[in-house]
């Protein structure tokens, strides 16, 4: 087995009373598609602020490339090669589509304190940006303003982004979300190839979309994973069931 | 062309055209108003770079403008009276030459500026306004608080700097090399706003929780930018010193951050010419409105809040429109 690229040790966070993570191991390894589910409230984001650095874990640690990475702040954590995106869509929404991507862009190439330059007229950075909106379907709204673009290519974008910053892992917090079913079959395909770049750990709600991409799925119950492996093994996991999946059955999205 | 930059070039020809006609109709006072806007309207486009293109609402610009023009007072009157500055290591002497006083104005205020933006871009929202704001009055109870420059009475400059090749005694002359420089600060603001750096300035603006997750770090470029804005706002207070032929902490008051501030309201934040045309409408109507009743400041205030509400991007904006991309 692959070493993980990623590890969470016993991660813990409290907020007040309420347990938001409760001794969260897991690891992602390459080549995967790691699934994060729960129901509603189970602290799947927590997890994720955690790893992305927005969020201080009371206890525990992570690791990251091989580096303990509990120090970094957001800023670092995203140059070591920890690409995320946000449950509710974060972009520059001034900016269209193109200089959103290019910012991802010239930060990968790092540097950003030119002053002189039409950014627009580097080639450096328009080219690789369009190449990113191309594989996520959005070249021909490239000039559009990001805030004036659908929901779902919001959601697309977001992910142009985490591939412009050519990661070595992805962390995606719901990126179906508020998706119709046919821009979701779209996602699924490009998540689906994406991990052969990094690999992937995933929060989502569809459980169609987890099914049919993760290789390993760790459900989420009151901040604690109270089951991890893969697809089959989670399906038929009873105490599963019980806590989460219960009888929706196979389209059960919560 | 675009039609901001089409009203960007008549507002840059009119402020050109009215110190000329000043001459010619033998209205010098027109001349020195018009060099007042180049200066002040730079002491704008310094502030635009901070609170236009990065959303940093300073209202401590006062201090970079005022140390500005200290450093101008002070040079030119250690050299005036043939005193040094100071002996020890070696001896520096004043100096009345403007290349010489503009940079040491711009890297005094630019070196102020990166102390108090590296400690103010901690904040953001209202206690970035208000340590801004606590800074500059500290900086104005020091100078007024040290004899050795004047103190509360100021520093007088007996004779206006000089410059190769001018008379700068000559108000045509003078304005030029206001208005030049006015012109230079503006084209390296249009530069910078559409480079790498300004892109991730708007990017810092509009969301910098994104540019953070991007590996890009907002408060270095934020206080990047801060730097840079005090620097031209110390530049434009070194001339209005030399304009004035005067320094005194009335300059690093927390109104006159107010003023730069408003200029940048009023022509519109993020225009390029904005600046210019705030302090050149403020200007204007302070010495017609000023004419009528001495409460004009109410009728300032009235326009202010008219515009604010209705039209964000100023002066500029209501004569251009929205502009395209950031």
Known sequence: MPEPILQTEALTKRFGAVVASDDVTLDLRPGEIHALIGPNGAGKSTVIKQIAGEVRPDGGSIRFAGRTIDRLDMVARARLGLARTFQVSSVAPEFSALQNVMLAVQSVDRRIYRFFRPALREAVLVEPAMAHLERLLLDDRAEVRAGDLSHGERRALEIAIALALKPRAFLLDEPMAGMGPENTAKLVEILDGLRAEAPILLVEHDMDAVFALADRISVIVYGRIIASGTPQEIRSNEEVQRAYLGDEGDDGAA | ?326
């Open chain 2, 1 to 326: 062309m675009g039609r901001e930059a089409a009203i960007s070039l008549l507002i840059a020809a009119a402020l050109l055209a009215a110190p000329l006609l000043g001459q010619a109709f033998d209205e010098p006072f027109v001349i020195t108003l018009a060099t007042k806007v180049a200066i002040l309207g730079l002491a704008g486009t310094g502030l635009n770079l901070a609170l236009g293109y990065g959303g940093l609402v300073s209202l401590g610009h006062a201090a970079f403008f005022g140390l500005g023009g200290y450093v101008a007072g002070i040079l030119a009157s250690h050299a005036l009276n043939y005193e040094p500055l100071f002996t020890w290591p070696l001896t520096v002497e004043g100096t009345t030459q403007m290349l010489i006083i503009w940079p040491v104005a711009i890297v005094v205020s630019g070196v102020a500026a990166l102390v108090i933006g590296a400690l103010s871009l901690r904040t953001s929202g209202v206690f970035f306004i208000m340590i801004t704001l606590a800074f500059a009055q500290m900086v104005y109870y020091f100078a007024i608080s040290w004899p050795a420059y004047g103190g509360e009475d100021g520093l007088s400059i007996y004779i206006r700097n000089e410059f190769p090749g001018l008379n700068t005694l000559n108000p045509l002359h003078f304005f030029a090399v206001c208005y030049v420089l006015l012109l230079v600060a503006v084209a390296l603001s249009f530069l910078l706003s559409r480079s790498r750096f300004g892109l991730a300035l708007s990017g810092a603006r509009q969301n910098a929780q994104r540019l953070a997750t991007v590996g890009i770090s907002p408060f270095r470029v934020r206080l990047t930018a801060f730097v840079l804005s005090g620097m031209v706002t110390g530049l434009a207070g070194a001339l209005y010193a030399d304009l004035n032929r005067f320094v005194s902490p009335s300059m690093l008051s927390w109104h006159t951050s107010g003023e730069i501030m408003v200029f940048v309201l009023l022509g519109g934040t993020r225009r390029l010419l904005g600046p210019a045309a705030g302090a050149a409408l403020y200007i204007v109507l302070e010495h017609t409105l000023g004419d009528v009743s001495e409460h004009w400041m109410l009728l300032l205030g009235a326009l202010l809040v008219a515009l604010v509400l209705f039209a964000r991007g100023g002066v500029i904006g209501i004569l251009a429109g929205q502009p395209r991309h950031a």
